[in-house]
């Protein structure tokens, strides 16, 4: 008796994953990901000097370029730029979840609201706020809030929700207008279907997918803003690590010790390259999914 092998293709994930994977610059996103990712968490055993991530003085060590010992050199207090690059990780990654979780409950619940009782009060105040936050820079207006607060890593992820929410209730304000009139959402409500049932049951699950990808784009650009944050000194504060800051310690000492500024303004080049090209693969597959 032969036994036929199952092929991978036939299987949901196994499609899934041939689709994403037929792009080639979308594996180079996951991997980058991934990378940071596990980077992050196994900061502590991946690292050669773990103590470098925080206070910690070695002038005997300072300012000493790239070599087997130190992979990208030592800053100007002796601490390992390797090290502080992959603790570095784990701030960017807390910056970029949190404020996710934050504005994309709170924009797709507002586009929801205003795109399906379009033409009310409720979609004429909703949107009227948001335009007005849209129209202030978005770098800008984090700039403002930061720096009327505290300076930290909380008060900058605060600052980023902020601005950013808008985004996600303009988005989901366009596609909650254009099904709210689709079949199956009139069917719903004649069947006397709750309007909860009709936002979160019939609408939101068919804007699941933009979201999504939106999502995984936008992790990039919000850690990007948070290191932007972090270079003016309004983000995570020393000792601890942020590629902001390390970026703009190091920039006083360039050219002469361009190691110091350099491999974390890679590290947020390759962040920022990640999640995009992630973002790009997924939207791609979404849409082969929808053809």
């Known amino acids: 008796m032969i036994?036929?092998?199952?092929?991978?293709?036939?299987?949901?994930?196994?499609?899934?994953?041939?689709?994403?994977?037929?792009?080639?610059?979308?594996?180079?996103?996951?991997?980058?990901?991934?990378?940071v990712i596990f980077s992050a968490l196994l900061a502590p055993w991946v690292t050669p000097y773990p103590a470098h991530s925080g206070k910690y003085v070695n002038y005997e060590e300072a300012n000493l370029s790239p070599s087997a010992h130190h992979l990208f050199g030592t800053d100007v207090f002796g601490r390992d730029v390797f090290t502080r690059t992959i603790y570095a990780f784990r701030s960017s990654l807390i910056m970029g979840i949190v404020?996710?979780?934050?504005?994309?409950?709170?924009?797709?619940?507002?586009?929801?609201?205003?795109?399906?009782?379009?033409?009310?009060?409720?979609?004429i105040f909703i949107m009227r706020i948001t335009d007005i936050?849209?129209?202030v820079p978005p770098l800008i207006l984090a700039l403002a809030i930061t720096s009327v607060l505290k300076p930290n890593l909380t008060n900058a992820m605060l600052a980023v929700s902020v601005m950013w929410w808008p985004w996600y209730t303009r988005l989901v304000y366009?596609?909650?207008?254009?099904?709210?009139?689709?079949?199956?959402v009139q069917s719903a409500e004649l069947l006397g279907a709750s309007?909860?049932?009709?936002?979160?049951?019939?609408?939101?699950?068919?804007?699941l997918s933009t979201i999504l990808t939106k999502m995984t784009l936008d992790m990039g650009w919000v850690i990007l803003i948070g290191a932007?944050?972090?270079?003016?000194?309004?983000?995570?504060?020393?000792?601890?690590?942020?590629?902001?800051?390390?970026?703009?310690d190091g920039a006083k000492y360039l050219p002469e010790y361009w190691?110091?500024?350099?491999?974390p303004g890679l590290a947020i080049m390759l962040i920022v390259l990640g999640f995009n090209?992630?973002?790009?693969?997924?939207?791609?597959?979404?849409?082969?999914?929808?053809?």
């Not at 934050?102 to 924009?107: A, E, K, L, M, R």
């Not at 190691?259 to 491999?263: G, P």
């Not at 090209?277 to 053809?291: C, R, V, Y």
């Open 99 to 123: 404020v996710l979780m934050i504005v994309v409950p709170i924009g797709v619940t507002l586009g929801l609201l205003a795109g399906y009782f379009k033409e009310t009060w409720i979609d």
């Open 174 to 184: 366009g596609m909650a207008t254009s099904l709210r009139n689709e079949y199956f």
């Open 195 to 207: 309007k909860f049932h009709v936002l979160f049951k019939e609408i939101l699950p068919n804007c």
């Open 228 to 248: 932007s944050l972090s270079f003016v000194g309004l983000g995570e504060q020393a000792p601890k690590a942020a590629l902001g800051s390390m970026v703009a």
């Open 277 to 291: 090209l992630l973002g790009d693969g997924i939207s791609d597959l979404f849409s082969m999914e929808e053809a």
């Open 259 to 263: 190691w110091i500024s350099v491999f």
């Open 3 to 35: 036994l036929s092998k199952k092929n991978p293709k036939r299987t949901k994930s196994g499609k899934a994953w041939y689709k994403f994977s037929r792009n080639p610059l979308s594996v180079v996103g996951l991997v980058i990901v991934l990378f």
């Open 133 to 135: 936050f849209l129209s």
